[in-house]
């Protein structure tokens, strides 16, 4: 199984910001012993040649790292650090070494108080985020959309629609090719998911090979027309998967159901899960809509495995 690159992330900001204070403790006391100091902290560059920096300039892949503005900013406050320890060992018995303390001091709160920012974003971000396929989850899910709710029915009265999509047969996909081909299924799909909808739209993993979709400024004859096309741009995309030989198609199930005034979310989503229930029961790869009756639609099936 691999590692979760936030638990990654996590754990070496943790241990950067034990490193940082016991260097700092050692700048200290390395003054006070009057001791030589290590030619890497008096180079005007040693931000970048330090532990710390090399690793930091080597997570531009990183977008559990480099979506976090704190990440970004990060550099700054390391830079400084490096330049307020730099002026403080290298400071002449005749300067004010009270002074340039005291700016090294302060560089050092900085970059304890913004490592312990970014520690606190990232374990939010790990809490609220599905950590396979990197779309927001159920719990985020539940902190948003009351109020996207809210804001649809009574700020700016416009519609707004639910939708739940769902993975067709995916348990026969990790039956036949291992849970691993359906964790890539997942991601795949996500990505799909992401690249089709509007940006002003919202995705979640809502529960295993379920995904909920929150359409602004549509009502139900226009979220039936997007997600008709989303799910017809699906079963015809075929997913290349490392270990396959042959590219892998799938299809989905999607529910619709419009956002009423004064409804929670729960009844919402019930009313969404009624519809994709039906979508499923009349034979996959279709949208079925909250309300409405179904109609016969033309599907592309293409899984290519025996249906039960």
């Not at 707004?160 to 991601?187: M, P």
């Not at 159901?257 to 919402?268: C, F, Q």
């Amino acid at each position: 199984m691999s590692e979760n690159p936030a638990d990654n992330a996590l754990a070496k900001l943790e241990l950067t910001l034990e490193n940082h204070q016991q260097w700092a403790e050692g700048l200290v006391a390395g003054i006070l012993a009057n001791e030589t100091p290590a030619d890497e902290d008096l180079v005007p560059g040693a931000y970048m040649l330090c532990d710390f920096g090399k690793w930091y300039y080597s997570q531009t892949h990183s977008t559990v790292l480099t979506e976090q503005p704190l990440f970004q900013s990060l550099e700054k406050k390391h830079r400084a650090l490096h330049d307020a320890a730099r002026a403080m060992l290298i400071s002449s018995p005749g300067t004010d070494k009270a002074a340039t303390y005291r700016d090294f001091s302060s560089a050092s709160s900085d970059m304890t108080m913004h490592l312990r920012n970014l520690i606190q974003a990232l374990l939010t971000s790990e809490l609220t985020t599905d950590a396979l396929t990197g779309i927001p989850n159920r719990r985020q899910m539940d902190e948003q959309l009351e109020e996207e709710i809210y804001k649809a029915t009574t700020v700016i009265c416009e519609p707004a629609c639910l939708a739940l999509a769902d993975l067709d047969h995916f348990k026969r996909i990790n039956d036949t090719y291992g849970h691993a081909v359906g964790d890539e299924v997942l991601r795949s799909l996500s990505q799909l998911l992401i690249t089709s909808m509007r940006d002003t739209d919202k995705i979640y993993r809502y529960g295993g090979e379920e995904f909920l979709i929150y359409l602004t400024q549509v009502d139900l004859d226009k979220a039936e027309n997007i997600l008709d096309r989303l799910r017809e741009r699906i079963s015809r995309y075929p997913l290349r998967i490392e270990g396959l030989p042959d590219p892998l198609n799938i299809t989905v199930s999607i529910g619709i159901a419009e956002v009423t005034e004064d409804e929670s979310l729960r009844n919402l989503i019930r009313r969404a899960d009624d519809a994709l229930y039906r979508a499923k029961n009349n034979g996959r790869n279709r949208v079925c809509l909250d309300g409405r009756e179904d109609v016969e639609v033309h599907t592309f099936e293409t899984l290519k495995l025996v249906d039960y």
